[in-house]
């Protein structure tokens, strides 16, 4: 039958198909177009940022000065195995990280409160207990960081040490009692050096806060360290430590891994108790907060991710052997989220060299997937946010005495009170705003978790930006403040989660790339850090070693 033979309602239904499809896809034209505007104003705008910012820090691109100690660049476990061995006396190990964080802490602002001595004195102990005979192969074998120094997040409850968050309701308050990590880094033989720098109640991308001021990048101190685990990064890639402890709920730990050019590992979450981070009593349910290894050297990842889980380490299977040709390849080139900045062609490069990498070595050619999801990763982190266990942002402000109001704050700020940091007022903007609806929230993180989980099964890692660009000055990340976007999602669909060093750039800044797997397979990101760092040299000192 001929169209003209149609009955008229049956011609009118496929005009109006026609016309619909038509306009729909004019409509994806203009949508097109306007996001090819607007993606472009945002280049140049960000161009912009750096160039006024580039021009107000221009006398200040310098780096931490030269060492002098070989030690400073050993890996924990070597450090470990040389105590051991009795090639070295834990006390010289001691003297010799102390000394280089008093070598570089004035231009860093990295280590809060120290305790130098009492740390020298347990390393005299260690020594006269290791020459009389009072420790034995047992005790090493028991005590895997026996000797070793190591450092903490301030925010991270350590005994005697300042445990303010940066807010001034907890000024000058010390902890009683160690967390529950640092109880383990000491059972586990290692010696606390002092805690370190973080953002004003750890809720912001750079470290920085009204006590005790703004941590610098030990490649470059115009430059942000990132947060919340900043004062870590920085300490660590300075020379000053060689092992952190960080917490990571919004990218806290692999941020500042990434901006200053070390490992940082977010593990399977529920696996390692919080009691003693910030507020928490260890007791919560459901966070997506979790404590992890910030390291120089990959090989350190598993043996202090093993202290940290203690008697949950054995559900990781981390002594299980990986051979990397089991393992399957994806990778995200573009998340397609509106509120990231464009990835810049360094980082696209460096991306891709990894992909290539991976082409070369693997029997299976590394598969580029896509998720529609991905696109909200920030609205989805921000929703679960209000959903962890007992967080009021406004009343942890007052040490939890009282509730503050958003508004009065901010116009209190506005008129040159400054007992918040600006990074305290942009959350209490971001709280004003409309929340996300919840049967959305969930239902897209359900959905987005089980496609990734589905594709990456039990020998999938999947590869991902960790940024549109290196370490950026101090303050712009007021200007694009969703780019952390790149690391929170990861929080949001609780995934396991290895930041891994690549060099570094064109300008002398890290490099990086994120590994996410499936829950209880971190081994797997792990093994994959352990090639990249092979392949692409890992962490390269921000120093020059003068013997």
């Not at 050019?261 to 529920?270: A, Q, S, W």
Request: glycine residues 8%.
């Amino acid at each position: 039958m001929t169209e003209q033979n149609l009955p008229l309602n049956t011609i009118t239904k496929k005009e109006h198909s026609r016309t619909k499809r038509r306009d729909g896809k004019l409509c994806d034209i203009i949508k097109g177009i306007l996001l090819g505007i607007m993606f472009s104003l945002r280049f140049y705008f960000d161009l912009l940022i750096d160039k006024i910012f580039g021009f107000f820090y221009g006398s200040k691109k310098q780096s931490v000065c030269s060492a002098n100690n070989p030690l400073l660049l050993d890996s924990a476990s070597t450090i470990a195995a040389k105590i051991r061995k009795r090639e070295v006396k834990v006390e010289e190990v001691v003297k010799t990280f102390v000394q280089r964080i008093r070598e570089v802490n004035s231009t860093l602002n990295a280590v809060v409160h120290d305790r130098f001595q009492e740390a020298i004195e347990e390393a005299k102990k260690i020594d006269k207990e290791i020459e009389i005979g009072d420790i034995t192969d047992l005790d090493f074998k028991e005590k895997p960081f026996l000797g070793v120094p190591f450092t903490s997040k301030e925010s991270t409850a350590a005994e005697g040490m300042s445990y303010t968050f940066g807010i001034f309701a907890r000024k000058g308050k010390k902890a009683t009692e160690d967390s529950e990590i640092v109880r383990l880094m000491k059972k586990a033989g290692g010696i606390l050096l002092g805690v370190t720098n973080v953002p004003q109640l750890n809720m912001w991308q750079e470290t920085g806060n009204p006590i005790f001021g703004v941590t610098n990048n030990p490649y470059n101190i115009s430059r942000n360290v990132g947060g919340s685990s900043g004062g870590e990064g920085s300490i660590l890639a300075a020379g000053g430590s060689p092992l952190g402890l960080g917490t990571d709920i919004g990218g806290s730990l692999r941020i500042p891994a990434f901006m200053c050019g070390i490992f940082g590992h977010k593990p399977t979450c529920d696996l390692i108790n919080t009691r003693g981070m910030t507020f928490r009593t260890g007791k919560e349910k459901d966070t997506m907060v979790v404590p992890g290894p910030m390291t120089r050297y990959a090989e350190d990842i598993i043996p202090l991710l093993k202290v940290l889980t203690d008697e949950n380490a054995s559900k990781l299977k981390l002594d299980k052997h990986v051979d990397l040709k089991d393992i399957t390849i994806y990778y995200i080139d573009d998340p397609q989220d509106p509120f990231i900045s464009m990835i810049r062609d360094e980082m696209k490069e460096s991306f891709k060299r990894v992909i290539d990498y991976f082409d070369e070595v693997l029997p299976t050619k590394s598969q580029k997937v896509e998720f529609a999801g991905t696109r909200y990763g920030g609205k989805l982190w921000r929703y679960w946010m209000t959903q962890e266990p007992n967080a009021n942002f406004v009343r942890d402000l007052t040490d939890r005495e009282t509730e503050l109001n958003p508004v009065v704050e901010i116009l209190k700020y506005a008129f040159m009170s400054r007992n918040f940091s600006l990074s305290t007022i942009f959350n209490m903007v971001n709280k004003l705003l409309p929340q996300e609806k919840a049967n959305w929230a969930i239902e897209e993180t359900k959905k987005l978790r089980k496609q990734i989980l589905d594709k990456l099964g039990d020998n999938g890692v999947l590869l991902y930006h960790s940024a549109p660009w290196p370490a950026s000055y101090h303050y712009t990340a007021f200007f694009r403040p969703w780019n952390f976007n790149l690391f929170s999602i990861w929080n949001a669909l609780k995934l396991p989660v290895t930041q891994i060093p690549l060099g570094l750039s064109s300008e002398g800044l890290p490099l990086g790339i994120q590994a996410v797997t499936s829950p209880y397979n971190d081994r797997l990101t792990i093994a994959v850090a352990k090639h990249l760092e092979k392949q692409f040299g890992g962490y390269i000192p921000p120093f020059t070693l003068e013997t």
